[in-house]
């Protein structure tokens, strides 16, 4: 456990910041483009129509969450999966290039959306845009199941694949580029409960 600990405190000890910088704008821009498409092309709003509160709480939860705190997510997913292996004695879990290791990441990851990410991204997104607290509480409640049953399907074999063969310091890019997809999905959930979006 006091490896696992030094390992995780590392990755904030010799932080990258031009990486940060890079990975903070990507999934700020991604998730820019996403809400733009998820108003536009999916609810069929007009130019002047743009919810302009909306698209700044999208995109700076996105900047934020999946830009700043994936870049340490994805580089201690795969220290917390080797621990597990270790302390299981399983390894193919320690490996780094197996693909139990890679499916290992995509779990906790996966547990970290359906614990973390999800409420925060009610929470936090419909805050910004203004909503109270319990707003927020009573939208998570009505959307949390269907949001994180479509997350899994979509981010457990997105996930394994960029643990599998993408290079880590590309993954939050690409999980940038990808979540451009589930900013539209997770976006039109999140406003559709409100009784703002037609079913």
């Given at each position: 456990?006091?490896?696992?600990?030094?390992?995780?405190?590392?990755?904030?000890?010799?932080?990258?910041?031009?990486?940060?910088?890079?990975?903070?704008?990507?999934?700020?821009?991604?998730?820019?483009?996403?809400?733009?498409?998820?108003?536009?092309?999916?609810?069929?709003?007009?130019?002047?129509?743009?919810?302009?509160?909306?698209?700044?709480?999208?995109?700076?939860?996105?900047?934020?969450?999946?830009?700043?705190?994936?870049?340490?997510f994805?580089?201690?997913?795969?220290?917390?999966?080797?621990?597990?292996?270790?302390?299981?004695?399983?390894?193919?879990?320690?490996?780094?290039?197996?693909?139990?290791?890679?499916?290992?990441?995509?779990?906790?990851?996966?547990?970290?959306?359906?614990?973390?990410?999800?409420?925060?991204?009610?929470?936090?997104?419909?805050?910004?845009?203004?909503?109270?607290?319990?707003?927020?509480?009573?939208?998570?409640?009505?959307?949390?199941?269907?949001?994180?049953?479509?997350?899994?399907?979509?981010?457990?074999?997105?996930?394994?694949?960029?643990?599998?063969?993408v290079?880590?310091?590309?993954?939050?890019?690409?999980?940038?580029?990808?979540?451009?997809v589930?900013?539209?999905?997770?976006?039109?959930?999140?406003?559709?409960?409100?009784?703002?979006?037609?079913?």
């Amino acid at each position: 456990m006091r490896l696992l600990r030094h390992r995780l405190r590392q990755i904030v000890t010799n932080l990258d910041g031009r990486a940060l910088r890079t990975d903070i704008l990507t999934a700020g821009g991604m998730g820019c483009c996403g809400d733009l498409l998820c108003q536009h092309a999916v609810e069929g709003k007009q130019r002047h129509d743009t919810d302009w509160r909306r698209l700044y709480a999208v995109t700076t939860f996105e900047a934020l969450y999946m830009g700043g705190l994936f870049h340490g997510f994805c580089q201690a997913f795969p220290l917390v999966v080797s621990f597990a292996g270790r302390k299981l004695a399983h390894g193919p879990l320690q490996a780094t290039d197996s693909a139990a290791h890679a499916l290992g990441c995509a779990v906790v990851d996966t547990l970290h959306d359906g614990t973390v990410m999800i409420p925060c991204y009610f929470l936090g997104v419909g805050m910004l845009q203004g909503d109270t607290l319990a707003e927020g509480r009573a939208n998570l409640r009505r959307e949390w199941l269907n949001s994180w049953a479509v997350g899994a399907s979509f981010w457990m074999p997105f996930m394994y694949c960029n643990f599998a063969y993408v290079r880590p310091q590309y993954r939050v890019r690409l999980m940038a580029v990808a979540n451009t997809v589930w900013s539209v999905l997770i976006d039109y959930m999140a406003h559709r409960s409100k009784g703002r979006l037609p079913d």
